[in-house]
């Protein structure tokens, strides 16, 4: 079993920046791909950024150039970056990891932490 915990949403202006973290625990030696979606009300999840086990990282092409997603070695932790960040960045950000163990890959969801980007 994995916990994760979001922190670092707000209220931040067009242009501005933020730093989400994602504080995992549990068997966090087990996690292999972490990940970040978000979601509008109303709307489908949308993954945002990945990085596997070996760091490699992925983009939604709205984000690339502009987020950074990383990863601490002990996997307790997983960050966005988030700069330029425009009113349609505003969401509920969610941390995701998966787990590979004997019994297999599992799949688990942090809590979610608003990010709203408005003047």
């Known amino acids: 079993q994995v916990q994760l915990a979001e922190s670092g949403g707000g209220l931040v202006q067009p242009g501005g920046s933020l730093r989400l973290s994602c504080a995992a625990s549990?068997?966090?030696?087990?996690?292999?791909?972490m990940r970040w979606y978000r979601q509008v009300p109303g709307r489908e999840r949308e993954l945002v950024a990945t990085?596997?086990?070996?760091?490699?990282?992925n983009y939604v092409d709205s984000v690339k150039g502009r987020f950074t997603i990383s990863r601490d070695s002990a996997n307790t932790a997983v960050y966005l970056q988030m700069s330029s960040l425009k009113p349609e960045d505003t969401s509920v950000y969610y941390c995701?990891?998966?787990?590979?163990?004997?019994?297999?890959?599992?799949?688990?969801w942090g809590q979610g932490t608003q990010v709203t980007v408005s003047s």
């Open positions: 995701n990891v998966d787990t590979i163990s004997w019994s297999g890959v599992h799949n688990y």
């Open positions: 549990g068997s966090t030696s087990s996690i292999s791909t």
């Open positions: 990085i596997t086990s070996d760091g490699s990282t």
